[in-house]
Structure formats: structure tokens, C-alpha cells
């Protein structure tokens, strides 16, 4: 049996140290591209969502749409993703969804930061007018071709530890559509 020429086996070795050097980077951009495409994806879903949502609340049908179509349409919409309505009618906090979930809020354009307790038309033709209560504003349903305003928010986590950490584990995503009612 020939022994092996020395130089054979340093350069497998120099080749696997090169490779555990080079690898974390290489996984790094990998998984960061990876998010940056879950970001084009929901970014692109909850402008979607948003608009589909905003026609059910102005559609003029039969039954007058209100708040739970509006919130089933957005679901159906987010391709799994869970969408709540915690305050339908606002206010539009700086508050944070949950990770990975969404908030869906419809108001009158331009919604307010705060409790309103007098509000504009702002919610669809088939819900009924409520006072103020809690965090939540005042219902008013919408009539005579009134504009309502449909707007999701997206709390984003990304996969790849180190983006999660410098973004604090949350990056929101938020899609807003304005369209007149028909009733």
C-alpha cells in the first residue's frame, strides 16, 4: 500500500474550514432573502385584503353588510394568517398586533387616534349605532354614499434570528382602501 501524498489531506481540511467560515454568511443571506420574500408576500396579501374588504363594507345588497362579513372577507383573504377586529370602528392606536396576526379596523377616511364618541359615518349600513365603550369608539352606520375606509394591520416576525432581533421581533405591515357606499 503507497502512503498518501501530504498534500491531499491538507487541502480537504483547508476546504472544510473554508467551508465552516463561509457557511454562516451564506445561511444568513439565505434566510434573509427568504423574509424579505414573506415580506413582499404579506405585503402584497393585506393590500388585498384590505380592498376586497373594503367592497363588502359598501356593497348595497339585500342584506346590508356590517362588520363580521367584512371580517370573514379579510380572513378569507389572509391565507391563514388570523384576523381579528378588536375595535372595529377605532381608534387607530400604535398598538401592536399579536406575531404573525393581523388587525382590522373600519372607519371613516383619515380614522382617529382616539375615542370618538360623536363619529362620522363609520361603519357598514348594517350595523347598529352603539355608544362609546371601553378603548373602542362609537358606532355610526354608513348611508347616503358615505366613504369608509377598510385598513388591516400585519405585525410581521421574521425567521432569521438576528433580522428578528434588530426589528424587535416585529415589523408592521399596514394596507388602508377607501371606497364610497352604494346605499
Aim: glycine letters at 8%; a positive charge; proline letters at 10%.
Amino acid at each position: 500500500m503507497r502512503p498518501r501524498p501530504a498534500g491531499k489531506r491538507s487541502q480537504r481540511s483547508q476546504a472544510l474550514i473554508e467551508f465552516a467560515l463561509v457557511s454562516p454568511v451564506l445561511l444568513l443571506l439565505l434566510f434573509g432573502i427568504v423574509d424579505i420574500g414573506r415580506a413582499i408576500f404579506y405585503y402584497d396579501t393585506i393590500n388585498h385584503a384590505a380592498r376586497e374588504g373594503a367592497r363588502v363594507a359598501v356593497r348595497a345588497s339585500n342584506q346590508l353588510p356590517n362588520n363580521g362579513d367584512v371580517l370573514t372577507k379579510v380572513s378569507s383573504q389572509m391565507l391563514g394568517a388570523p384576523v381579528t377586529a378588536p375595535c372595529p370602528q377605532g381608534p387607530l392606536t400604535g398598538a401592536t398586533p399579536p406575531a404573525n396576526a393581523a388587525w382590522l379596523f373600519i372607519t371613516e377616511p383619515n380614522p382617529p387616534t382616539s375615542i370618538e364618541t360623536t363619529p362620522p359615518p363609520n361603519a357598514p349600513g348594517g350595523e347598529y349605532s352603539a355608544n362609546a365603550s371601553g378603548g373602542c369608539s362609537a358606532v355610526n352606520p354608513a348611508g347616503g354614499n358615505a366613504q369608509l375606509q377598510v385598513t388591516v394591520r400585519f405585525n410581521l416576525v421574521l425567521v432569521t434570528p438576528i433580522f428578528a432581533q434588530a426589528t424587535a421581533d416585529h415589523i408592521v405591515i399596514s394596507a388602508a382602501a377607501v371606497f364610497r357606499t352604494e346605499y
